[in-house]
């Protein structure tokens, strides 16, 4: 993300960076940018200041930082006159763990001015030294595979539990990980949701959390989450878009060709790091998670997690659908670039075969310009299904 953002900065006069809490956006921003000027309204005199005077903070400065900017909305419009004033010289880099394209006061301020990028928590092949993963863009190459090819298998349970986030590299078992989720869910109730927004029970927004981590890979219903929690719906739609708001859940669209079926179809649910989604289904040992019905979800959120970063990095960003007809034939997800699509199909198998297919062969047959379907499973090597279907290893995807 890092060569993608300085590219955004040198464009626009302002460029957003969100990301959920943790995910490592402020190092992120100091490590890269060590000319600019760096803030955060995590300081009450730095908000204070903006409020009173908020030319005052770049008086001295034309390369500015703003970290935790979603805290003071106002200051947007402040942005905006800057901008308008000072032309291209004058930078502003704007951080939030709030997703500011979802708050309209902010997108309205900045239309046509800001350039936006989410980073996610560490994706594997960040961990593990992978940081061009040229896996992934071979996909993309028509005609025909390579061929079969032996490479290793990585068993996801491990990072079912573990999660992606920046911080739990550094843990050295278990339980710690588990302390490190506990505070983590906990900072996000009593700090950031205070202030995004005012709940009026974090009981009851600790059941819509729970609910939904349950539901991760699964077709929205907000109607049924509701019933099932005994929280009115009114109340169940506004925490859901607070969780989206601040990079917890992420919705995906249904996709067709016809681009106004896509707004009509449920969206699917997917909370953005599995270990979070696995934390809150009460799922602590890894005996337990092995024999959890919601197993197959949990894998498929690994496999989302990856794609969806994947999606960031490519320019301009791909869009990531799933799709299901109304027979239910469904493709878990579906990528679109251009013109251009991938098809991927989940299974938690250490074997796939052919039967493994019959979905993604239904949606080639329907959209026959698909460059491949892509079968993603949990076990090793990499084997051809089919003339324009391969079965890939997970990790693979973010590999080199």
Known sequence: ????????????????????????????????????????????????????????????????????????????????????????DRKFILSGSANLLLMRSVTESLAGRAFYLELLPFTWGEEYDHPDPTNFSTLWQPGQWAGEKDVDGVEPLPFMLRGFMPKTLFLSGHNEVLNWQESYVRTYLERDLRELSQVESLVDFRKVMQALALRTGNILNQAEVARDIGIPLSTTHRYIKLLEISNIIERVPAFSLNRGKRLVKSPKLF??????????????????????????????????????????GMTPKARLYYWRTVSGREVDFVIEH????????????????????????SFLDSYPETVRGVLVHAGKGIKRLHSKIIAVPWWWLDAS
Not at 283 to 307: K, P
Request: hydrophobic letters at 45%; aromatic letters at 12%; glycine letters at 6%.
């Open 1 to 88: 993300m890092a060569e993608k953002l300085r590219k955004g900065v040198e464009q626009f006069p302002v460029a957003v960076l969100t990301g959920a809490r943790q995910v490592g956006k402020s190092t992120l921003l100091q490590h890269e940018f060590p000319e600019f000027t760096y803030l955060t309204f995590d300081d009450y005199a730095i908000r204070e200041q903006a409020l009173l005077d908020p030319q005052s903070l770049w008086a001295d400065t034309d390369r500015l930082i703003i970290d935790e900017a979603q805290k003071l909305p106002e200051f947007f419009e402040a942005i905006k006159l800057a901008v308008d004033r000072s032309g291209p």
């Open 338 to 361: 251009g013109r251009n699509l991938l098809a991927f199909e989940v299974k938690h198998t250490a074997n796939p075969t052919a039967v493994d297919c019959k979905n993604l062969l």
């Open 271 to 312: 909370c953005i790091d599995p270990g979070l989604a696995v934390f809150l289904s009460g799922y602590y040992a890894a005996a337990d998670l092995a024999r959890s019905r919601e197993l197959g979800h949990f894998f498929e959120t690994i496999v989302y997690f990856h794609l969806r970063a994947l999606c960031e």
